[in-house]
């Protein structure tokens, strides 16, 4: 196998080598040797670059969040105006993405979550990083959601993207295992459907509804006084009685 004759080009193809080999086979089924075979380098210049199996990965993850980041930036591009749908736009154009994907690769912070998190402080911190900027990212919309009534606000906008991070990341392992991506499609469904809106209780009170414009036959003459604030007299049954 004919090896690159660029020293300076090794780290790149080592790199570029070990996240597509992590993203098919994970982290456990991945050997130093064949991701030196397929970056078409010395197994030796390896250490050269990398003090450990371990911090390459942790470099792999922060090649893997910024990818991300990029990937959400342009999905933005053609995004809708309004917040809501801003974020239905850019779960369809993940799901979209998961569909085309030859085999169920999955996400690469939550297969890495499940094999070294609990055994590498050093991958964890990058796992850490890498999905706190996608949760930052998804919370900036929901932010602006509630802000126009959009979503709920009696849930935090960061409690509310990790929730969804986690839903998500569940249906990606369901997709592996189902060979399908309907469960990113019915868990965003739901998230998005059930979750995100307000609850009927907090409706009255969204910005959207404080500024809607009374229907054809509202008495709009008679005082409105919320129900909350409304005293009602209760009867004495007990002195009707008797």
């Not at 780290?11 to 456990?28: C, H, I, K, S, T």
């Not at 050997?31 to 390459?56: C, L, W």
């Not at 309004?82 to 030859?102: D, K, N, Q, S």
Request: some cysteine; overall charge positive.
């Amino acid at each position: 196998m004919p090896r690159t004759q660029d020293p300076e080009a090794i780290p790149q193809r080592l790199v570029a080598a070990g996240l597509d080999l992590f993203l098919r086979q994970g982290y456990n089924a991945t050997g130093i040797q064949e991701i030196a075979d397929r970056a078409r380098v010395p197994k030796g210049s390896f250490y050269n670059h990398f003090e450990s199996k371990d911090a390459f990965a942790a470099v792999i993850v922060g090649r893997y969040s910024d990818w991300m980041q990029r990937s959400w930036a342009r999905m933005m591009l053609s995004a809708p105006r309004t917040p809501m749908a801003a974020i239905r736009h850019v779960f369809a154009e993940m799901i979209l993405y998961h569909e085309r994907t030859p085999s169920a690769v999955g996400c690469l912070i939550g297969n890495f979550a499940a094999e070294i998190a609990s055994s590498s402080p050093l991958c964890r911190k990058s796992l850490m990083a890498a999905q706190l900027g996608w949760r930052q990212r998804l919370s900036g919309l929901i932010t602006a959601g509630q802000a126009v009534g959009e979503i709920r606000t009696d849930i935090d906008a960061m409690t509310l993207s990790a929730l969804t991070w986690s839903a998500w990341e569940g249906a990606l392992l369901r997709v592996k295992v189902e060979g399908t991506v309907d469960p990113l499609r019915d868990t965003t469904e739901l998230m998005m459907d059930k979750i995100y809106p307000p609850p009927a209780s907090l409706r009255a009170h969204t910005p959207e509804a404080c500024a809607s414009t009374p229907t054809v036959g509202d008495n709009q003459d008679a005082p409105h006084k919320p129900a909350a604030h409304t005293l009602v007299r209760v009867p004495n049954l007990k002195s009707r009685s008797q």
